[in-house]
């Protein structure tokens, strides 16, 4: 039961079909134009974006422009200093690795009374030793003590004896004058032999 209170002539008429579809077209047409509305600004903000970016990108592409000379004479210096590097590398490895100063400190320690040096000749891998010494068994036991003291140190090396001749006469003493007029007589060279000694440093030593 629908009881209304309201006087007929104040009610409000219901409306039609057609009226019904009109106004839901309406309201469909609002929510449509407002949709748009907000994508449009949206796309706009896009829009400004990408502008801005693209000026700050197009600035960068300038000044990389600009610098180009300068980065291509840095990269044709870096190319030459890997190219100096790698040449280098390779004339290191075919130096001999030889520690030479400790060969000739061990040839320098290892000698007695009985071994006198008088010259050292370095070569590509070996010295030479030239001296005199009392006898050969002397001069053997000078080459083991100069091997030993090289191992001792981690590196190998093979000897080579020859005698080398007759030793060199040795120098003349002067006699010294002394309140008798005596003279001090010119003493006798003790016996030895020259000999030169090889020692060589194989390779990887």
């Known amino acids: 039961m629908d009881i209304n209170f ?15 579809q009109y106004m839901m077209l ?13 994508m449009l600004r949206a796309q706009q903000k896009d829009v400004a974006f990408l502008e801005l970016r693209r000026t700050v990108l197009d600035k960068q592409q300038s000044e990389l422009t600009r610098g180009k000379p300068e980065f291509d004479k840095l990269q044709a210096a870096i190319k030459a200093v890997d190219e100096q590097t790698d040449e280098l590398a390779v004339a290191q490895k075919s130096l001999p690795s030889i520690q030479w100063g400790r060969v000739l400190q061990a040839i320098g320690s290892s000698g007695t009374d009985k071994v006198t040096l008088s010259s050292l000749i370095q070569q590509k891998r070996s010295v030479t030793i030239s001296g005199l010494a009392a006898d050969f ?3 053997v036991e000078y080459g083991a003590r100069v091997k030993a003291s090289l191992e001792r140190q981690g590196i190998p090396a ?3 004896y020859r005698q080398a001749g007759a030793p060199p006469p040795p120098p003349a003493i002067v ?12 003493p006798t ?13 194989p390779e990887g030593g």
Not at 6 to 20: F, H, L, N, Q, T
Not at 179 to 184: E, F, Q, S, Y
Not at 189 to 201: K, R, S, Y
Request: overall charge positive.
């Open 137 to 139: 068994p002397n001069l």
């Open 6 to 20: 309201i006087p007929p002539a104040y009610r409000r008429e219901p409306m039609s079909k057609s009226s019904r």
């Open 158 to 160: 093979d000897l080579t």
């Open 175 to 186: 006699a010294t004058p002394v309140p008798r007029a005596t003279v001090t007589p010119t």
């Open 189 to 201: 060279p003790v016996p030895g032999i020259a000999f030169i000694l090889v020692v060589t440093v």
């Open 26 to 38: 309406c309201g469909i047409l609002l929510v449509g134009l407002v949709y748009l509305l907000f």
